[in-house]
């Protein structure tokens, strides 16, 4: 599957600009790591399955990594895709009250279930600065966000903790590269943002 027919597969699915960045921000975080971590002929496939990662989250959140494998074949993903993004949902029971029995087996798809919830978490944070960007935000200034259970809420901290243990990482390491990652990538997804809404 072409990049292009990813997006063209997301947008089909998701129209709220707020899904649409957070998918962006997940490629972007996703390609960024494969070339990270040596998988620079694949960071094209790594973003691919970060941007539809969350294909069924807006229509159908209480079926969540459940509708996907559906939308994803009609999109002509093929099936190692296919559990790549359900593999986020490891672990986690969803609203229609099933837990994503999906386990993440490759690197790539650690990666996905490490750095997905915390780029929501990295945002939020970023959303508080006068800048309003991850481009002048410190680690330290990051771990106190983290640390304050009220802030962000909806961002799973045991997720992320279990997203770096299966990584084999320090949380502190994960913090680090996601950051790194988002702050690299931040202008090139607002333009993306722009040209859509232009």
Partial sequence: MTREEAFALLQKYNKDPFH?????TVE???KWYANELGYGDD???W??????HDIDFELYPEEHCLKAPELLREGGAGEELIHAVCSHGYGITVGCG???DVEPVHEMEKVLFAADELTGLIW???LMRPSKSTKDMELKSLKKKYKSKGFAAGCSREVIERGAEQLG???EKLLTMTLSA???TEDRIQEEMDALNA
């Fill in 43 to 45: 960071a094209e496939y």
């Fill in 47 to 52: 973003g691919i399955v970060g941007l539809l």
């Fill in 169 to 171: 990482w320090e949380l």
């Fill in 98 to 100: 099933k837990t994503i």
């Fill in 20 to 24: 649409i960045q957070h998918a962006l």
């Fill in 28 to 30: 972007a975080v996703m």
């Fill in 124 to 126: 939020a944070a970023a």
């Fill in 182 to 184: 988002m702050a690299a």
